[in-house]
Antibody
Framework: EVQLVQSGGGLVKPGGSLRLSCAAS????????MSWFRQAPGEGLEWVSS????????YYAESVKGRFTISRDNAKASLFLQLDSPRAGDTAVYYC??????????????WGQGSLVAVSS | DIQMTQSPSSVSASVGDRVTITCRAS??????FAWYQQKPGKAPKLLIY???RLLSGVPSRFSGSGSGTDFTLTINGVEPEDFATYYC????????????FGQGTRLEIK
């Protein structure tokens, strides 16, 4: 069974930092492209960032470019999202998601359970 | 960015009804298009990809159609577990352009 288990959410002050993690099991993680999405309270879904299976290619939404960093550790089957200098508008539930493929996903059939990030002073 | 507009925003239905949800893209996305189901407090679940391909394990009462700018999700014979919010998603020209979602359609019990 494929599982993506997230950790690391919580309350962070504007201008602070937070690191989200997503641990995969049941898959050969190094063969999967991975992404992060978010969903503000009561709102729809927003793509945040994607990373290829070997970390060679990373992509970001304009809204987070220069502030968030996606990375992965294939040896530990884990995906990360570093949130630096978050703003109130970054408050959301963050989801990791992935698909089988080396470069990037167009569709996402595996999802984590979500991590709530609240940015507030 | 490509804007995705779903209609209706909410729909009420009874068990056994046929329900149709539409999604319109602000520009041609070919068939780089998917539908997701999301229940409260849960992650989205992929139902249909490439506009009309049913993901393995998804009940056959779900179907998708369309290409270009206009897409449809149909549920033939709504079951109690289908009451949820449905989102459309486009991935045309990704990663040169961002993936975007519709605002969601809430399927409620009549």
């Amino acid at each position: 069974e494929v599982q993506l288990v997230q950790s690391g959410g919580g309350l962070v002050k504007p201008g602070g930092s937070l690191r989200l993690s997503c641990a995969a099991s049941g898959i050969t993680f190094s063969s999967y492209s991975m992404s992060w999405f978010r969903q503000a309270p009561g709102e729809g879904l927003e793509w945040v960032s994607s990373i290829s299976s070997n970390s060679a290619n990373v992509y970001y939404a304009e809204s987070v470019k220069g502030r968030f960093t996606i990375s992965r550790d294939n040896a530990k089957a884990s995906l990360f999202l570093q949130l630096d200098s978050p703003r109130a508008g970054d408050t959301a539930v963050y989801y990791c998601a992935g698909c089988y493929g080396a470069t990037y996903c167009h569709y996402f059939d595996y999802w984590g359970q979500g991590s709530l990030v609240a940015v507030s002073s | 960015d490509i804007q995705m507009t779903q209609s209706p925003s909410s729909v009420s239905a009874s068990v056994g009804d046929r329900v149709t949800i539409t999604c319109r893209a602000s520009q041609d996305v070919s068939t780089w298009f998917a539908w997701y189901q999301q229940k409260p407090g849960k992650a989205p679940k992929l139902l249909i990809y490439a506009a009309s391909r049913l993901l393995s394990g998804v009940p056959s009462r779900f179907s998708g159609s369309g290409s270009g700018t206009d897409f449809t999700l149909t549920i033939n014979g709504v079951e109690p577990e289908d009451f949820a919010t449905y989102y459309c998603q486009q991935a045309n020209n990704f990663p040169q352009a961002p993936i975007t979602f519709g605002q969601g359609t809430r399927l409620e019990i009549k």
